[in-house]
C-alpha cells in the first residue's frame, strides 16, 4: 500500500489536472461555439439539405468518448508513461490568452466569409506554384493564408484546440505510449525519430519533454511552420529543421528509428498518400516504427460516423472523406510495413506500423 503522503501527493496532482482540464475545456468550447455560429449551417438557406449516408449522431457516445479521453490522459500521466503537460504545469499568460482569443474571434469573421464565398483557393499564385504542389496550396479548414503565413502559424494551434474543444492535446498524447515502447532497450541519445508535418512543433515540445536526448527531425513544407517551430522548441538541443516535402524528404536511406506523422495523411490526396508511405518506408531502418496520427475512419465508432461524413462540408478538407475510407493496413503494407498496436482516443486513431528486420 501506498505511503499516506503518496496518497495525497497524487490526489492533489489529479485535482490540479482535473481542475485545469476543466478549464481550458471552458475556454475552448466558448470559441468554438462562437465560430460555429460565424460560420453557419452546412448547407445554405435555401439549399437542399445533403443526402447523408450515415445514422444520427450518437451524442451520449461523443460525451463518453471525450470523457474516456481525459481518463485515459491522466491514466499515462499517473502511471508513467508520459510526464504532466508542460501546458498544464506552468501557470497561463493572461495577456498571450487575450491576444490569442481577440486573434481567433477576428479570423473567425474571415474565415465564415470565405466559407461562404467558397474561398478555398486564395493561396494559390504563379509565384508559389513553382515551389509547393498544387494539391498544398489551398486554404484547408477556410483559414486565412492557408499554411503559408507567419500569422497563420501564430493561430494555428489555438484553432485546432478550439475544434477539439479542448481534447487536441490529450489525443496527440496518446502517440507517446507508442514512442515509450519504440526506444524501450534502447539510449534515447543514441536514435532519431523524424516527425512529418512537423506544423509549429507542439506535438515535439511533448516529445522532447519526454526524452530530451532523443535525436530529432522536424520536417514541414511551410516556412512559416518551421519558422514557428523552431521558435517552439528553441529550448531543446538536438532538433534539426528542414522545409521539405515529405513524398521526398531528403534524408537517408535507413535513417530512423521512429517516424510520426500527426493529422498529416488526411490532408493528402490518395495517389500523395501512397508516396509518403513509401518514403516512411525508406527512411525507416529494420524494425523502425512509424506511429501514424490522425482522425478515426468510417466504422471505428459507428455512432460517430456521421461527424467524419459532415466534416468536410463544414471545413474545406477535400481529402477527408477519401481518407476516412483508406485501407491503412493494406496502404502501409503495400510499402512493406506491418500493423502493429492501434489505440482509439475520442476523435483520433493511434496506429503503428514496424518496418520488417
Known sequence: MAPLSTV???????????????????????????????????????????????????????????????????????????????DLRQRPSFAKLWKQSRDYLSDADKVARRKAAKGHSEVYSLAYKEKFPRYYLQNFHYQTDGWMSESSADRYDMQVETLFTGAAGPMRRQALPFIKKALEGKDA????????GCGTGRFLGEVKDNWPQLNVTALDLSPAYIGKARANLGRWKDIAFVQENAEATGLPDA???????????????????????????????????????????????????????????????????????????????????????????????????????
Open 8 to 86: 495525497i501527493a497524487n490526489g492533489a496532482k489529479r485535482g490540479a489536472y482535473g481542475a485545469t482540464q476543466a478549464a481550458r475545456i471552458l475556454w475552448f468550447t466558448g470559441h468554438y461555439a462562437y465560430g460555429r455560429r460565424k460560420m453557419g449551417p452546412l448547407t445554405e438557406p435555401g439549399a437542399a439539405p445533403y443526402a447523408e449516408e450515415f445514422a444520427p449522431l450518437d451524442r451520449e457516445r461523443l460525451k463518453n468518448a471525450f470523457r474516456e479521453l481525459f481518463q485515459r490522459d491522466w491514466k499515462n500521466i499517473e502511471t508513467g508513461q508520459y510526464k504532466m503537460p508542460v
Open 189 to 196: 541519445s543514441t536514435a532519431h525519430l523524424l516527425d512529418l
Open 255 to 357: 535513417s530512423c528509428d521512429i517516424v510520426t506523422a500527426v493529422y498529416l495523411f488526411h490532408e493528402l490526396p490518395p495517389a500523395v498518400r501512397k508516396r509518403v508511405a513509401a518514403e516512411i518506408a525508406r527512411v525507416l531502418k529494420p524494425g523502425g516504427i512509424l506511429v501514424q496520427v490522425d482522425t478515426i475512419q468510417y466504422g471505428d465508432e459507428p455512432g460517430l460516423d456521421i461527424l467524419l461524413e459532415n466534416f468536410p462540408r463544414g471545413f474545406h478538407e477535400p481529402y477527408y472523406d477519401s481518407y476516412c475510407r483508406e485501407d491503412l493496413q493494406s496502404l502501409f503494407a503495400d510499402a512493406g510495413l506491418d500493423k502493429q498496436d492501434e489505440t482509439l482516443a475520442f476523435l483520433t486513431k493511434v496506429t503503428g506500423f514496424k518496418k520488417p528486420v
